[in-house]
């Protein structure tokens, strides 16, 4: 199988500019910001092929019914069109492959994971109207139609099936056990979406070691939200002395410490000795 290959340094630098930009806009765009990330992952995907998949889902909300009716009504209408004539969801084959976690490519193949066939359903919605949004159910992100009190849930994985509230919680209790609680089914932030993308394409890439490349460009992107956890930094500054770069690595290594001292001096002090030993390496 063969992967994406990142991009060129100078499109690498502007990919991150723009993402950054589109992150800290009063509304940031939710299938920019995935394309963004698309275009970090592969080399291939250049400004045209970014405004040909906007343009795709332009052309699929327009195939929806006007304004179909209430929540139900829409989800159905989601399913028919996306999951059923345009035959978008997914399969346990999709888990293994890093395209799945890319908006461009999810179009292409019309297969994904749960978030980026969700982003799909958001995004073609949101064009045609619809009260729509992201539900970040534990181990399995689905989509929401219309207000908490009428809420119709969809499963895009499995080509928009409408979902029970017993669906629900079983989906809740095979991903932690515990019981599906209220506050599950709020609405996801775009920015939160965005970054449990990243989480997915990082935990692909920390399954395969040899693609260090894909988990260093996923960190990084991650940091560039506004919000993130500030684990992160020690995680790409591992990740710059696995690659080599000792001495950025170190200097990450110290920063982070400087971050922990004020709560745990304990692990602090354990972090600057791995950046000691990583400008050791130079040697």
Known sequence: MRFPEPPEPGRADEVRRRFADEARAERPDLAELCLLVGAAADGTLDDAGMDAAQVLLDELAGRLPFRPGGPLPWATALAELLGGRCGFRGSPGDYQRLESSLLHAVLRRRRG???LLSVVWMEVARRAGAPVHGVALPGHFVVGFGPPERQVLADPFDGGRVLTGTDAQLFVAGATGAPLDPSMLSPADPLDVVLRVLNNVRAWAAARPERS???LWSVELSLLLPSHPARLRYERAQLLVQRGDFLAGAAELDAYADVVAAVDEPSASRIR??????????N
Do not use: T, W
């Open 273 to 282: 000795g791995q950046a000691h030993a990583a400008r050791a390496m130079l």
């Open 113 to 115: 994971l749960p978030i």
């Open 213 to 215: 490349d894909v988990a």
